[in-house]
């Protein structure tokens, strides 16, 4: 039985101030719930019998709350429109900075102000697709533990690891030898531009891009040309596909060295 107080305190979760109070979030359904039960804490679970039912015994046994739930009673307490047999509370991970060297090692990619959860959880999906393992995200950018945040990364958000910062003074202090690519409709065809496979690659605003602050900063300006060139055609991308074109291009090209020759 789920009971009206255990309700509440779910969707006090919706709340990011909530969220960082009690320093725990909530995900649902069979696949981000299973996800997440190998990576983080989990205080509450809230299912159907039918997925306790498929659960083994040791996988339930040190959760602190187990509570078997009717289709209506997940309804109540569930964030999705369709509910889908389970609701659980997880414990968040302690904040960690982001080391300005994992760019050395690898594509990062940086969220500027993103606004739009759905978005947020897709590029946290992208990256996961794509091998990108570190996302540093300014202060506005949408909170990655909101439910729809979870929702939308299907798992990703066990794998990839993503940290706020300032992002202004996080791209100001970057060693000088380290790309920083960002998408802009005055830049460089993006198909025709030499790619490393390590640095930042920065993605800005749903509305206003990237801030003139950060922009200052990047130092490979790219552009996805619309097809054919010149064609009269939509303002903009959104920007969570913009990513999934951006990070294939990068993935499809030759590697080539820091000094732009090919290997």
Known sequence: ??????IKEIHALGLKKNRDARNAFVAEGPKVVSELLDVFPCTYIGATRDWLSAQSETRLRDIPVVNEITGDELRKASFLQTPQQ???VFQKPEDTPFDIELPRTGLCLALDGLQDPGNVGT?????DWFGIEHIVCSHD???IYSPKV???????ICRVKVCKANLVETLENMPSDIPLYGTFL?????HRQALTDYGIIIMGNEGNGIRPEIEKNITRRLFIPNYPEGRPTSESLNVAIATAIVCAEFRRRTVVAPSGNPQ
């Open 141 to 143: 950018t949408a909170d």
């Open 1 to 6: 039985m789920l009971s009206k107080n255990r």
């Open 123 to 127: 590029i946290l999906r992208l990256a």
């Open 86 to 88: 389970v609701i659980a």
């Open 150 to 156: 979870v929702q939308a990364s299907m798992g990703a």
């Open 186 to 190: 005055d830049g460089e065809n993006i």
